[in-house]
């Protein structure tokens, strides 16, 4: 079954060379109980190792079911030490956070068989023992024997061919040192148990093979055997699967173990992150603040034309102009002062015609009145009717009451050498604190008006308009279309100005965020070195489980893992941290900045500072995870390169 | 030697309370080998590390050579376990990554010897114990045997009264463990030696006597003896302890030891401190070159020279006066200093509804420094070469357009480019302040009512005031007169107090000039045209007869650029030009000075800006050594046990750690300044085109070979800088360290 066949360890400590095997020629076979006896560094934990792939031979072959294992990879190795061999530690070596049944359960697992039905083999390989009573508890609250015990359970629970056992009673009284034993041999029956301890009165009393090694030589060995020929049944290796669950608990484990320690560096991680999201919110905030406030004052969807040249704009051209399909409604863009009397006071106010989105006036402070239906009723501003009255301020409450007694006022707009107009007031746009004097008319009696007063054409100077058309490219073509033909640019001034903040805010955004990836930088050295120290605290339980026959992989994936939920944490961390710095500088500014800024405009400003928006807080917690993950990487592999002996070693 | 006098000990652990030595008396004698053995957990390590005061009584009563030391404070028990006892571990306990000679040397450097000093004695030991061929390896690379024999040396260097051995031979085999035992029987000659042991053999081979304890109560002992002893109360005062340079020497090796993870450590805090370095290097450059810009204005100063219109003078008199007068000047060019408006766009036939006034301009400098740096400004085209060629600055340029349309600069020139314009050169002047429309009488005060005084007469209210008022015009001589048929007032006030203004709208003179260039007038805000062309302008001056009414329209000037060899008697120049009648202006370009101030305080937010996101790094880079050490103290728990256990003070401790924060914050420092050079030089050749384009849109002067430049000063800042961050990050884990209980710190593991 095993053979080996002139296997020569050697080991070099300093100067000296150590020779912890020495030319060993030895072969097993079922039913065999060999103990090996031997004084400490006499080799005989050496032997055991090599025997299950622990550690590689120096020199000479082993062979296992007739198959030489020279060309074992590594993976090989861990299925065999999986599906093969059982072993039993002098210090039970058990995982210290998974209770008795996981712990038995744990080469089942490895081997793929599913949950359900490697914890119930479990159980049973539990109860065999006499631990039924203590499935679910934690190795720490268990006696040595009991410990022992369940070490036992779980050699055998992959039914092995082969068990070894490494000073299984070293730890025990002699008394419950003979019960695991005969426990031991009795379940061992046609299988290889191969003990290694240096009691010789245990090897007299149970052993039906007794090997003597000192020096890495074998003195005696009481049945010697030739190497037996191939079994029937040959060494098949499948594949064993892990359940990615299973590695995830450990790595929850490392993680949970050292809490204050991972929490640490998931805070310190997330200073970068922080820094990153409200980064992104304030760019956020202001963009979209300025947007908004700007919106209030300059109408999204008008577009103003003006002539390339500095002159104005003649009828033909408006009329060519408003033949185009593209064009809502085009107005020359009148802005005229002329005297009125009203009140029998003479005052100068702005008359503008009404704006196309009459809903405009109450987005933007309050709306008294109606809006014009005839062409001598006007709308006037705040401002305007202040001066009617004669006044300078009124509280906001009296806003109706003004409103009121100017409805009633006979307002007169005056011509030179003509007969007056008079006009109706019917609406009022109370537009807060900054209110100019202004008048609004319907654009056609408006135009009328400035057209018979002004025929120099001043007011010619610019149009305005709305398009039935929205898509950008197509605004663009007509835009182009019209600087061709008709020598007029075409631009909509609150596309132009967010358009500006945008694209500063968004270059500035992409230059900060630039230069804070360099906290990553020192974030992922960060993580790098606790997974790091993570894989150095738990080298032996990565001796324990690549003993059980885990693969190199499986203990990469656990780190990996490990270093994943340490991103996700940190990521955690980042959005709570952030969203609550986030509305603190947001109620900062409110009542700071915002709150005096409003006195003066009348509560107009909405500004918000910092804007928590979704998709950056997810952005960060799926690269905070995706990037941990690539961090931890390098020690992942570190440890999963790690030699199990020494890691077994390793006190 | 050693008396103890009832001595109990307990552990608790939660509730669980574990009596580990119960009313242990002994006297131990000068010169004994006393082994004390028994099985595990019968509390003979415990009776050691009372003895060494690594651990202390719960009760009773210790006097050692004299002194009692259950009443010792921690630095005594320090100091008495440095000079008095000598310390040899089952385990061996030698610090991995320093060499074997500096594990000997360590004990001596804690009781206050100079390295070399220390070293020598080290030497010494370790030649005694047949090791001085192995003194520079590490302990890794020596046997069982050999490591053993370097926990004797060190435990004898500070030749110490006691040693205490536990399980001195436990870990090797019976061979060596014979020769061990042989050389510390040997080498403890005269020496109160104790071992520990639960090796019964071994106990009757080597002791003079044998104590075996049981459960903590002293069974057995072959040599009873209770003397009396003398207690000294008095208090001995002992200064002493590493120093700082050794400090660092230790950190040194360590560092050796851990060289990826300290080499990480450093570079994650480097990564910071190259970035600082980098924004400073490129923003030290944009600045110097922001400077370089003034400088070429400052460097030769600009004087504006004027003197009222002179008819009789000719402008070449003017400039060949002041050159003669003054060989300092690099070049002079004659300005006329009245305005000039571009009134049409001949080659679009645009006739523009406002006139653009061109305000300032001047001649294009003739002396080759000057004219360089006029050059630099031209942002499209060139500058004027002959006299029927002008340049505009950018603002200009722009107004000659809607002002509510952005034409981006190239647009702006193709629609520009080589066009010629009509410019109004010479003007007809109207009187300023016409009084109201609507009253036809303009009053004149002080009038005596002479029709011979009053101005041209005009016969009608309105009209013919108009029709007579196109008449007047400031430049003639001989006053004219104003007047109605009926004698009425005509003027609010007399004739000398007219203003005149120049009617843009009626123009005498026109000339027709092409642009062929546009200068960015961020820096320069006048037109320029060749000087030839200026001085036919001059031919057109006339001036007010009366001349008290002289203001910027009624002069001339001329611009004369100091040489920079003469700055020094700018005074001078000034005041002998004055003296000779001219009125002298040095020309300050207000709006280049505010315009760079902004952007120097600009350069200098951007730059906060991108330092403080920077400065998140530098400050994560701290807290994550400060999580490195934190997480190194908890592995090198048992080296400080060991440093502890050998005499070493918390102070000692934090000596250690704070050496090797320091050396770690100097690495990081010397890191960067590598990292930022590479960059730098890497930087100045790959990325310069790219961001060379884009700098050089706003800063001229960028030089063109490198775009990064670092101060030598700033490098300074770095290192001390990194190792400042590095000392304050780990102070927290230094002083945790300093704090570890020597026994905790010795049982790990």
């Known amino acids: 079954m095993l053979n080996l066949h002139h296997v020569t360890k050697t080991y070099i400590n300093g100067d000296e060379t150590l020779h912890a095997l020495n030319d060993v020629n030895l072969s097993f076979r079922p039913g065999d109980v060999a103990f090996l006896l031997g004084a400490s560094g006499s080799g005989k934990s050496t032997l055991l190792n090599v025997l299950s792939g622990l550690d590689t031979p120096s020199e000479g072959t082993i062979s296992i079911d007739g198959v030489d294992t020279e060309r074992f990879s590594k993976k090989d190795w861990a299925i065999y030490r999986n599906h093969y061999v059982g072993f039993v530690f002098q210090e039970y070596n058990l995982i210290e956070h998974l209770s008795a049944l996981e712990n038995v359960a744990l080469p089942l697992l490895f081997q793929g068989v599913d949950r359900k039905s490697s914890l119930e083999r479990a159980r049973i390989e539990l109860e065999r023992i006499g631990l039924a009573n203590h499935i679910d508890k934690k190795p720490l609250f268990l006696s040595g024997g009991q410990q022992q015990r369940v070490a036992i359970a779980r050699a055998f629970v992959t039914n092995p061919k082969v068990i070894m056992a490494d000073e299984p009673t070293g730890a025990l009284d002699s008394e419950l040192g003979d019960k695991v034993i005969e426990y031991l041999i009795e379940n061992a029956k046609d299988k290889v148990v191969i003990v290694v301890t240096h009691d010789e009165d245990l090897a007299q009393r149970y052993a039906n093979r007794i090997i003597t090694i000192s020096d890495g030589k074998i003195i005696t060995d009481d049945r010697e055997q030739t190497p037996d020929t191939p079994d029937k049944d040959k060494l ?58 700007i919106a209030k004052i300059i109408p999204p969807d008008e577009y103003q034309i003006h002539h390339v040249e500095d002159t104005a704009i003649d009828i033909g051209t408006y009329t060519a102009i408003l033949g185009r399909p ?94 007056h107009t008079t006009l109706k007031i019917v609406g009022m746009h109370a537009d807060g604190a900054f209110s100019q004097a202004r008048v609004y008319m319907p654009y056609d009696a408006l135009y009328d008006i400035v057209s018979d007063l002004d025929p120099d054409g001043d007011y010619r100077m610019s149009l305005v308009t709305t398009l039935n058309i929205s898509s950008d490219n197509d605004i663009q073509a007509f835009t182009q279309d019209l600087y061709d033909t008709e020598n007029v640019v075409m631009r909509n001034v609150f596309a132009e100005v967010t358009g500006q903040v945008e694209s500063v805010m968004d270059n500035a955004l992409r230059w900060f965020i630039g230069v804070a990836l360099i906290t990553l930088v020192v974030s992922g050295i960060l993580i790098g070195l606790v997974i790091y120290t993570s894989v150095l605290e738990r080298i032996r339980e990565i001796g324990i489980l690549t003993a059980l026959g885990a693969r190199s992989h499986n203990i990469r994936l656990i780190f990996i893992l490990e270093s994943g939920l340490n991103g996700l944490m940190s990521g955690i961390i980042a959005m709570v941290a952030s969203i609550f710095i986030a509305s603190f500088l947001n109620r900062l500014f409110n009542s700071f900045i915002e709150a005096p800024l409003n006195l003066i405009t009348g509560g107009n400003l909405n500004f918000t500072l910092l804007s928590v928006s979704l998709l950056p807080i997810f952005f960060v917690l799926v690269f905070g995870v995706i990037y941990a993950m690539i961090a931890g990487a390098l020690p992942a592999h570190y440890a999963s390169k790690l030699n199990a002996v020494h890691a077994l070693r390793k006190e | 030697m050693i008396k103890l006098n009832k001595i109990h000990k307990i552990y608790t652990q939660g509730k669980i309370g574990f009596h580990a030595l119960k009313d242990v008396s002994l006297f131990f004698k000068q010169d004994e080998r006393v082994v004390v053995y028994g099985k595990s957990g019968c509390g003979k390590t415990t009776l050691l590390n009372l003895i060494a005061g690594l651990d202390r009584p719960s009760s009773g009563d210790m006097v050692i050579s004299d002194k009692l030391t259950t ?22 306990n030698l610090i991995e990554h320093l060499p074997v000679i500096e594990n000997v040397a360590i004990s001596a450097k804690i009781s206050g010897h100079r390295h070399n000093n220390a070293r020598k004695m080290a030497l010494e030991m370790l030649k005694k114990v047949g090791l001085e061929k192995h003194a520079l390896k590490k302990p890794r690379q020596l046997s069982g045997g050999e490591r053993q024999r370097v926990g004797i040396a060190r435990a004898l260097i500070n030749n110490p009264d006691i040693i205490l051995a536990d399980e001195p031979t436990g870990a090797l085999d019976r061979t060596t463990g014979n020769q061990i035992m042989d050389l510390i029987t040997e080498m403890a000659k005269d020496k109160l030696l104790i071992i520990v042991t639960h090796d019964m053999k071994l106990a009757q081979k080597y002791a003079t006597r044998l104590i075996e304890l049981q459960d903590g109560v002293v069974t057995k002992d072959t040599a009873p003896d209770m003397d009396k002893v003398t207690i000294r109360l008095k208090r001995d005062i002992h200064k002493r302890s590493l120093s700082f340079i050794e400090g660092i020497r230790l950190a040194l090796h360590n560092i050796k030891a851990r060289k990826w993870r300290t080499g990480l450590v450093a570079f994650g805090l480097s990564i910071g401190i190259v970035g600082l370095l980098l924004i400073s290097a490129l923003f030290n450059t944009i600045r110097d070159s922001m400077h370089a810009e003034g400088a070429a204005l400052r460097d030769n100063p600009e004087l504006s020279i004027y003197r ?40 679009s036939g645009t006739v523009y509804r406002n006139p653009v006034s061109l305000g300032h301009y001047i001649g294009t400098p003739v002396h080759p420094d000057i004219l360089r740096i006029y050059d630099s400004f031209v942002g499209d085209g060139r500058l004027p070469e002959t006299s029927d060629e002008f340049v505009l600055p950018l603002s200009k340029a722009q107004a000659l357009f809607s002002t509510h349309i952005d034409l981006s600069h190239d647009e702006l020139w193709n629609r520009l480019n080589h066009h010629q314009f009509s410019l109004s050169t010479n003007f007809h002047y109207a009187p300023f302040e016409l009084e109201n429309e609507f009253e036809p009488c303009l009053k004149v005060e002080n009038w005596d009512e002479d029709p011979d005084t009053l101005p041209q007469s005009f016969t009608d209210r309105f009209g013919d005031y108009e029709t007579h008022m196109e008449t007047l015009t400031p430049y003639t001589d001989e006053p004219v007169k104003i007047y109605d048929h009926e004698q009425k007032h005509l003027f609010c006030d007399d004739y000398s107090s007219l203003n005149w203004f120049i009617d843009r709208d009626n123009h005498k003179e026109v000339t027709t000039l092409r642009l062929v260039g546009i200068i960015d007038d961020r820096n320069i805000n006048n037109a320029l045209f060749h000087p030839d062309f200026l001085l036919t302008l001059e031919i057109q001056k006339t001036a007010l007869s009366n001349d008290q009414n002289i203001d910027n329209e009624n002069r001339e000037k001329v611009i004369a650029y100091i040489g920079n060899d003469h700055i020094d008697q700018k005074a001078a120049i000034i005041r002998s030009l004055e003296n000779e009648g001219y009125m002298v202006q040095e020309t300050t370009n207000v709006s280049f000075n505010f315009l760079a101030g902004l952007t120097l305080l600009f350069t200098y937010i951007i730059q906060f800006i991108f330092s403080s996101i920077i400065g998140i790094a530098v400050i994560t880079a701290g807290l994550m050594l400060l999580m490195v050490l934190y997480i190194s103290i908890i592995e090198r728990t048992r080296e400080i046990g060991l440093i502890r256990a050998m005499g070493g003070t918390r102070k000692d401790i934090r000596t250690i750690f704070v050496g090797e924060t320091t050396m770690i914050g100097l690495f990081a420092g010397l890191l960067s300044i590598g990292i930022a050079l590479i960059l730098v030089l890497l930087g100045n050749h790959v990325f310069n085109q790219q961001l060379h384009v884009l700098l050089s849109r706003y800063f001229e002067n960028i030089p063109v070979d490198g775009i990064f430049s670092l101060d030598i000063r700033i490098m300074l800042y770095a290192v001390i800088g990194s190792i400042i961050i590095a000392i304050t990050s780990g102070l927290i884990p230094a002083v945790s360290a300093s704090r570890k209980q020597p026994i905790e710190a010795l049982k790990k593991d």
């Open chain 1, 236 to 293: 098949s290796l499948t594949e064993p699967r892990m359940r990615l669950s299973l590695l995830f608990k450990f790595a929850r484990n490392n993680l949970a173990s050292r809490m204050f320690r991972n929490l640490m560096t998931a805070a310190i991680v997330s200073v970068g992150f922080i820094s990153i999201l409200l980064l992104t919110f304030i760019i956020g905030g202001i963009t979209g603040s300025i947007s908004e406030n």
């Open chain 1, 326 to 419: 593209e064009v809502d409604d085009l107005q020359y863009n009148i802005n005229e002062t002329y005297p009125v009397q009203a009140r029998g006071n003479t005052m100068m106010f702005s008359f503008l015609s009404l704006p196309f989105d009459t809903l405009a006036f109450e987005r933007d402070g309050t709306f008294y009145g109606r809006m014009p239906e005839n062409d001598d009723e006007v709308v006037i501003s705040l401002r305007t009717a202040l001066e009617i009255r004669q006044m300078q301020m009124i509280d906001e409450d009296s806003y109706g009451y003004l409103f009121d007694l100017v409805t009633e006022t006979q307002f007169d707009l005056i011509h030179l050498g003509q007969p």
């Open chain 2, 71 to 92: 009443k010792f404070t921690e630095s005594e028990w320090d100091y008495f376990r440095n000079h008095n006892i000598g310390f040899i571990f089952q385990q061996f």
């Open chain 2, 308 to 347: 009222p219109f002179d008819p009789d003078q000719d402008a070449h008199d003017m400039l060949s006066a002041i050159e003669d007068n003054h060989p300092f000047f690099l070049d002079l060019s004659y300005v006329p200093d009245y305005p000039l408006t571009i009134i049409e766009n001949e080659t």
